[in-house]
């Protein structure tokens, strides 16, 4: 009984492994405590797929939503966007992927996107947490893709708040157009490299203690 339920558990985190891949062209550089995809193919956009769910907590999550903030955003067959060419004015809005944490007192939260869009301006990006937190991010990929762009931004957060925003700023002018195809976020929790170290003397000396009482 207990083997066959160790079977299980181990093809279910291949299972979940390999959705992990999948969603990714780019691996992230960690193991994902959690995974959340917006793939827009369907019409109900907004609602994202949770890959990979934190192993650390099996309590209930509000769920991630994607907001388009006094916007004509628009779903297309199997993307978003706003298509601007006929337009007259310019089309300014922010999309916003609001992202509900788990209660996680660690302090270093690890993050890891991967986006596939094409924008025909200079967008803006950027990552905003609570007051009292600090989030530091960069583009380390840029990689033309069909007529689209896909980019991976890692970064980090000074401890796991209780939400983080992904921010694209758009402008569109007349004639122009913004679309999104693909967004993917991972995300890993750890205490602070002192707080391993830490341990890893801690139990260092546990163990030659019991070594030699054993001797």
């Not at 310019?90 to 916003?96: E, H, N, S, T």
């Not at 530091?136 to 957060?157: C, L, Q, S, Y």
């Not at 490299?193 to 260092?204: N, R």
Request: net charge negative.
């Amino acid at each position: 009984m207990k083997k066959g339920f160790i079977v299980l558990l181990c093809c279910l985190l291949s299972i979940a492994a390999l959705a992990t891949a999948q969603a990714y062209v780019n691996n992230p550089p960690f193991n994902p405590q959690r995974t959340i995809h917006w793939s827009f193919d369907s019409a109900q956009w907004w609602i994202p797929e949770t890959i990979v769910g934190p192993t650390w907590d099996q309590g209930d999550w509000v769920c991630d939503d994607v907001s388009p903030i006094g916007s004509p955003i628009q779903y297309f067959d199997g993307y978003i966007g706003v298509d601007n060419t006929a337009g007259l004015e310019y089309v300014i809005f922010d999309l916003v992927f609001h992202v509900n944490n788990y209660d996680n007192n660690n302090p270093i939260k690890y993050i890891w996107d991967e986006a596939i869009y094409a924008f025909s301006y200079e967008d803006s990006f950027e990552v905003i947490v609570p007051e009292g937190y600090t989030a530091d991010w960069d583009i380390i990929n840029e990689t033309p893709v069909d007529n689209a762009i896909r980019d991976n931004m890692t970064g980090t957060i000074e401890k796991n708040p209780p939400w983080e925003e992904f921010v694209w700023h758009f402008n569109v002018a007349p004639g122009e157009t913004a679309y999104i195809y693909d967004f993917c976020l991972s995300t890993q929790c750890v205490p602070e490299p002192s707080s391993f170290i830490v341990l890893a003397a801690g139990l260092g000396i546990l163990g030659r203690t019991i070594i030699r009482r054993r001797k």
